[in-house]
C-alpha cells in the first residue's frame, strides 16, 4: 500500500542549478505535508512543510508546491549546492495533533561541482 | 536549537534476546513516536504516543514491542524477543504540532 510514493530514485543536478524533486500520494484524507534530508547513518532533518490549504511555501532556497488536484508535490533547490548532496524524502500526514507520517521511498540527489 | 537524542547509536544482539532503545524527546513536546528503516527500504511508521498512551500503532508493532515513558524525559522503545527481520535503523521522533523531529537513529543488528 504505497500512499506515498517518489518515483525516481535517484537525480543528478549540476552545482547552481535547479533541482526539482516529485512525491505523489493517493489518500485525499492527507492535509499536511512535509519533506525531510537524510545522510546515511543519520535521521531525517526536516526541511519545509506545506499544508493541503496552501499551493506554495517558500524557505530560502527550497520552496515545496503542492498541487491537490493531482495529488502532486514537489520540492525545488535552487540554486543547488554540493552539500545538498543527501536522500530527499517526502512524507504525508493528516492532520490530527500527533498523526503518523507516511513516508516515500526518497530521492537520492547528487549535486555535482 | 533544541534536538532528540537516541541512544545507543549501535546495537547488536542474540535474536531472542530483548533490547530497550532510549530516546530523549525535544523538552517541550507532547507527542512521540518510533519508526524504523530496514536497510534499503522506506521508513515506517511503528507507533505514536500521547499523554503516557498509545495513541496509534502499525501492523508491525505486535505483543514483542512496548513503549514507555519511564519519567519526565526518556521515551523507549522494548522488544522483547528480537527476531533476525528487526535488524534494522529504528528513529525517535516527537512534536509540538504537525512537524515532527527526528532523531539520529539506533542501528540494531539482531544476529
Known amino acids: 500500500d504505497q500512499q506515498v510514493k517518489q518515483n525516481s530514485p535517484s537525480l543528478s543536478v549540476q552545482e547552481g542549478r535547479i533541482s526539482i524533486l516529485n512525491c505523489d500520494y493517493t489518500n485525499s484524507m492527507f492535509d499536511y505535508f512535509l519533506w525531510y534530508k537524510k545522510y546515511p547513518a543519520e535521521g531525517p532533518t526536516f526541511l519545509i512543510s506545506?499544508?493541503?490549504?496552501?499551493d506554495k511555501n517558500e524557505d530560502g532556497r527550497f520552496t515545496v508546491f503542492l498541487n491537490k488536484s493531482a495529488k502532486h508535490l514537489s520540492l525545488h533547490i535552487v540554486p543547488s549546492q554540493p552539500g545538498d548532496s543527501a536522500v530527499y524524502f517526502c512524507?504525508?500526514?493528516?492532520?490530527?495533533?500527533?498523526?503518523?507520517?507516511?513516508f516515500g521511498q526518497g530521492t537520492e540527489l547528487s549535486v555535482k561541482p | 536549537e533544541p534536538e532528540v537524542t537516541q541512544t545507543p547509536s549501535h546495537q547488536v544482539t542474540q535474536m531472542g534476546q530483548e533490547v530497550i532503545l532510549r530516546c530523549v524527546p525535544i523538552s517541550n513536546h507532547l507527542y512521540f513516536y518510533w519508526y524504523r528503516q530496514i536497510l534499503g527500504q522506506k521508513v515506517e511508521f511503528l507507533v505514536s504516543f500521547y499523554n503516557n498512551e498509545i495513541s496509534e500503532k502499525s501492523e508491525i508493532f505486535d505483543d514483542q514491542f512496548s513503549v514507555e515513558r519511564p519519567d519526565g524525559s526518556n521515551f523507549t522503545l522494548k522488544i522483547r524477543s528480537t527476531k533476525l527481520e528487526d535488524s534494522a535503523m529504528y528513529f525517535c521522533a516527537s512534536s509540538a504540532t504537525e512537524t515532527q523531529y527526528f532523531g539520529p537513529g539506533t542501528r540494531l543488528l539482531v544476529l
Open positions: 512524507a504525508a500526514t493528516v492532520y490530527n495533533q500527533g498523526g503518523k507520517l507516511i
Open positions: 506545506i499544508s493541503s490549504i496552501k
